[in-house]
T-cell receptor, first 116, second 113 residues
Framework: AQSVAQPEDQVNVAEGNPLTVKCTYSVSGNPYLFWYVQYPNRGLQFLLK??????LVKGSYGFEAEFNKSQTSFHLKKPSALVSDSALYFCAVRDRNSNSGYALNFGKGTSLLVTP | EAEVAQSPRYKITEKSQAVAFWCDPISGHATLYWYRQILGQGPELLVQ????????DSQLPKDRFSAERLKGVDSTLKIQPAELGDSAMYLC???????????FGPGTRLTVL
């Protein structure tokens, strides 16, 4: 099965500083990778995805992610963090399930705290 | 903007009681998913529908959980009887084209006492 790992439970950054939330993947073949954000007691909001093409993917709210095949990583980045970016971030990979459908497999999540 | 609807948003129940959650996907989305998210963990797939048919329910605890999507539109997830370990956020998602994009609803937060 395709999987992703998020090595950090929490990331702390000061407002205005760049942020990075890490994700590594384990897949066979070409990965379809996603980032989602979750605010307290809310559903998941899509940020960006990588399917093919340019290794730098730009998404919503100023976020971007860099696909690195040699390091099997897909880290989420933002040049200047905002307090409102504080939330739970999930990396996910598309996986084919037993009956030829597709589903998303998620990492355990990384809590981002941006301090004023 | 079209959204995935879920109700109720919050549910508190006692163990051994029955609970049901409802999901209405975005119109025209043939694929519907139910995920369970335990606090501090990532969402895990419970069941996937393509129209009214179950595509994958390998992670659904079938002794107590059931899911249906009778007309291929909205869906209901039921737990009977609920156990303490079922306390979690239950997320519904839908997809127009299989495997390309997932839209998530706001979720139902279940607390079992």
């Amino acid at each position: 099965a395709q999987s992703v790992a998020q090595p950090e439970d929490q990331v702390n950054v000061a407002e205005g500083n760049p942020l990075t939330v890490k994700c590594t993947y384990s897949v066979s073949g070409n990965p379809y990778l996603f980032w989602y954000v979750q605010y307290p007691n809310r559903g998941l909001q899509f940020l960006l995805k990588y399917i093919t093409g340019d290794n730098l993917v730009k998404g919503s709210y100023g976020f971007e992610a860099e696909f690195n095949k040699s390091q099997t990583s897909f880290h989420l980045k933002k040049p200047s963090a905002l307090v409102s970016d504080s939330a739970l971030y999930f990396c996910a990979v598309r996986d084919r399930n037993s009956n030829s459908g597709y589903a998303l497999n998620f990492g355990k999540g990384t809590s981002l705290l941006v301090t004023p | 903007e079209a959204e995935v609807a879920q109700s109720p948003r919050y549910k508190i129940t006692e163990k051994s009681q029955a609970v049901a959650f409802w999901c209405d996907p975005i119109s025209g989305h043939a694929t519907l998913y139910w995920y369970r998210q335990i606090l501090g963990q990532g969402p895990e797939l419970l069941v996937q529908f393509q129209d009214e048919s179950v595509v994958d329910d390998s992670q659904l605890p079938k002794d107590r959980f059931s899911a249906e999507r009778l007309k291929g539109v909205d869906s209901t997830l039921k737990i009977q009887p609920a156990e303490l370990g079922d306390s979690a956020m239950y997320l519904c998602a839908s997809s127009l084209e299989v495997g390309t994009f997932w839209f998530f609803g706001p979720g139902t937060r279940l607390t079992v006492l």
